[in-house]
């Protein structure tokens, strides 16, 4: 099974600054067909999850253009521009390359300083 | 605009079965891939299955597999897991999640197995 590793765990942002969430992945996530499904997901407190990023970079509908995805092969990233206070919650990367199982990171807990 | 309502959690003793119905609207439902994913209490998120949108198709992570199955009713737009032989580690927030990499999620409802 892919297993995917997030960095930081534990993120303090303070308001206006930028934040960077790493997802690395244990074998490449590029598919056979030329794509690369790593997706990112947001859950709020007391939500549910929330793709924000899906095929590494592109913005699922409705979701602020601070959020923006980059990476190749094993190594992602997340990023957000300006951090908002909305922003809080945990942030899980998630495969859909080499499946069954899909699987997720561990998550990210983003929280304001 | 897509909605999806999950339904039939509670609690159950170990050993119990339980059904879980997640009901999908704003969407062509059998276009679309359709999976669960739970969440234990404090903990990540995990993928438990997923079905095909003819459902010829079905795959489950290796916990469950043998004690859940996942189905699905394209006529009722409706997503089901029965969740047989359940355990204390089966406990979590089961989510109803669309399309193959899970781009709309339910509310979720909680399942607790415990004695």
């Known amino acids: 099974d892919v297993v995917l590793t997030q960095s930081p765990l534990s993120l303090p942002v303070t308001l206006g600054q930028p934040a960077s969430i790493s997802c690395r992945s244990s074998?490449?996530?590029?598919?056979?067909?030329?794509?690369?499904?790593l997706n990112w997901f947001q859950q709020r407190p007391g939500q549910s999850p929330r793709r924000l990023i899906y095929k590494v970079s592109n913005r699922d509908s409705g979701v602020p253009d601070r959020f923006s995805g980059s990476g190749s092969g094993t190594d992602f990233t997340l990023k957000i521009s300006r951090v908002e206070a909305e922003d809080v919650g945990v942030y899980y990367c998630m495969q859909g390359t080499h499946w069954p199982p899909l699987t997720f990171g561990p998550g990210t807990k983003v929280d304001i300083k | 605009e897509v909605q999806v309502v999950e339904s039939g959690g509670g609690l159950v003793q170990p050993g119990g079965s339980l059904r879980l119905a997640c009901a999908a609207s704003g969407i062509t439902f059998s276009n679309y891939w359709m999976s669960w994913v739970r969440q234990a209490p404090g903990k990540g998120l995990e993928w438990v299955a997923n079905i095909k949108p003819d459902g010829s198709e079905k795959y489950y992570v290796d916990s469950v597999k043998g004690r859940f199955t996942i189905s699905r009713d394209n006529a009722k737009n409706s997503l089901y897991l029965q969740m047989n032989s359940l355990r204390g580690e089966d406990t979590a927030v089961y989510y109803c999640?669309?399309?193959?990499?899970?781009?709309?999620w339910g509310q979720g409802t909680p399942v607790t197995v415990s004695s």
């Open positions: 999640a669309g399309g193959r990499t899970c781009g709309w």
């Open positions: 074998q490449s996530l590029v598919h056979s067909d030329g794509n690369t499904y």
